[in-house]
């Protein structure tokens, strides 16, 4: 492999060291303009790994008047004939990213050093007196030492709440200090020239917002949908010759390659009128490793959403179906205590807007793409099937071999460890739930690497399997018969569109019984 003539910016988080040292920049700053000229107090959510701390670190340079590392970029023209622009503003820059939270007063130390280090800046004596009123006899001293508003800029706020999130204690008492510290802004309105807050979720009942009131929540405002992420636009302008590169490395067409990377990493709408956008951290990994792997996932496992899901019985189906629906305000806001999950799937990037009822009012929520998909329902398998997590011949790469061999008992054999997995907990505990997901999980996944469509409704699924060498077509039924699965299929016509196929056809009838947890009938029919 040839190296890089080019330098990707993955995981570069610093806007400076960006400039400085030569890395693509997809330039953000008409953004950071027109924020500037509109309003003064912003909130922004989005995903992780989405770009949120180089923006907030553009917005730093920016406001420091570091005029040089912007040579180029759109906001240079647009600030042309405005006077006042990059005159440098006293910049308070918090970031809870970089830290865990998981012991007590944690984020009071985090506080507590960002504090330290402006008092020494600024020539304020460190005194006994609560981190609020430091913070706001710091704003004070800024503004008199400088002669302009402060600006304050805080990365990720609710990393301390979403650590924190199965820790009751610890939540508790981070969502007081938040309540403490940042109420210092809302009486200290007169010193600040701009305010710009991020995170993954917007924790409703967080005093960050209700105190702060006048935070503008650009989060699903269509004119900025697109400030976070790359769209096509930008990664045609852009990256062209990476995704040459990359086409190159696969035996690609430019245009085939281009639809594989918009399969697997595109995607994502912040609005239901906005523009796609692709994840930047799973596009640049891509071009830089030449592959097309799910490195956004890699980055974090959703064990709590999983636990979740599985504690309520979740539908799955609505996953892909299309039946998911949920108001901007119920997307917008997060509390610990809603028994809902989609909310927080939509806030961390599981789920995003795939549609719009009009007269509802409605945002129709659905995966963005293959990578967030697959590595989602991968994560869930082990869950509700725990003999799929120990690779010896049970899992899904074990049953796409069967399939790819026509080696129907094989596929029966995978299928009945896997339900044999199933954990019981009580009689209250329903087997119907776990049939149901299990074959979603199971033959969605198949997916990934052979063409399968999943027909489910209650009681029963419907599998179409395709391989170069074969088709299944399964027929599930929970406490009947296999021959009925069988005469169904007859029924149906099933078979039909595949009449004059070279293919060998399998028609397959299976009767799972809820008393016994598992497959009991196992019919096939060529």
Not at 303 to 309: D, I, N, Y
Request: proline share 3%; hydrophobic share 35%; glycine share 6%.
């Amino acid at each position: 492999m040839e190296k890089f003539t080019r330098k990707l910016p993955i995981g570069v988080q610093s806007f400076e060291k960006l400039r400085s040292e030569g890395f693509i920049y997809i330039d953000k700053t008409k953004y950071i303009y027109e924020l500037a000229h509109t309003s003064s107090q912003y909130f922004l959510s989005r995903p992780r790994r989405f770009g949120k701390s180089l923006f907030l670190s553009t917005l730093r340079a920016y406001w420091e008047g570091k005029k040089e590392l912007f040579e180029g970029l759109d906001i240079v023209e647009l600030e042309k004939n405005n006077p006042d622009a990059w005159q440098p503003y006293p910049v308070f820059y918090f970031d809870f990213n970089r830290d865990s939270f998981q012991r007590t007063h944690a984020l009071e130390d985090v506080i507590e050093a960002h504090l330290e280090d402006w008092e020494k800046i600024y020539g304020c004596e460190k005194e006994d007196a609560s981190l609020a009123i430091r913070f706001q006899k710091l704003l004070v001293r800024a503004v008199e030492k400088t002669g302009r508003k402060a600006v304050v800029l805080v990365d990720e706020y609710d990393k301390p709440l979403l650590e924190t999130l199965e820790t009751e204690e610890l939540q508790i008492q981070n969502k007081e200090v938040f309540k403490g510290f940042f109420s210092a802004l809302k009486s200290y309105d007169a010193y600040l020239r701009f305010v710009f807050i991020t995170g993954v979720t917007k924790f409703s009942k967080v005093s960050i917002f209700s105190d702060l009131n006048q935070l503008n929540d650009i989060s699903f405002n269509q004119e900025f949908s697109s400030l976070c992420g790359i769209t096509e636009e930008e990664l045609m302008g852009s990256l062209k010759a990476e995704i040459c590169e990359l086409a190159k490395e696969h035996d690609l067409s430019f245009e085939e390659c281009l639809e594989r990377l918009r399969k697997m990493y595109d995607g994502y709408h912040f609005h239901h009128k906005g523009e796609g956008v692709y994840n930047p951290f799973s596009l640049l990994k891509a071009m830089f490793d030449r592959s097309f792997g799910a490195y956004w996932f890699a980055t974090g496992t959703p064990t709590f959403l999983v636990k979740r899901l599985r504690e309520i019985e979740f539908d799955v189906n609505q996953f892909t179906n299309h039946s998911l629906y949920a108001s901007e305000s119920e997307l917008s806001d997060y509390r610990a205590d809603n028994p809902d999950p989609v909310p927080l799937l939509y806030q961390t990037g599981y789920l995003t807007i795939v549609g719009y009822n009009t007269r509802l009012e409605l945002c129709m929520l659905g995966f963005p793409n293959k990578e967030v998909q697959y590595g989602l329902l991968e994560s869930m398998m082990p869950a509700y099937a725990p003999v799929s997590a120990k690779r010896k011949g049970k899992d899904i790469v074990s049953l796409d071999r069967c399939v790819e061999q026509g080696n129907t008992g094989g596929i029966q054999d995978i299928l009945i460890a896997l339900f044999a997995s199933i954990p019981y907990t009580s009689a209250a505990d329903p087997f119907e739930h776990y049939f149901e997901t299990v074959i979603y999980l199971v033959f969605t996944l198949l997916g990934k690497y052979t063409k399968c469509e999943v027909h489910s409704a209650k009681g029963r699924a419907d599998c179409i399997v395709e391989t170069k060498d074969f088709v299944y077509i399964f027929e599930f039924k929970l406490d009947k018969s296999a021959d009925e699965a069988l005469s169904q299929i007859e029924e149906k016509g099933y078979a039909k569109p595949y009449a004059a196929d070279l293919r060998k056809v399998y028609k397959v009838g299976v009767n799972f019984d809820s008393k016994e947890r598992n497959i009991t009938e196992w019919k096939v029919k060529v």
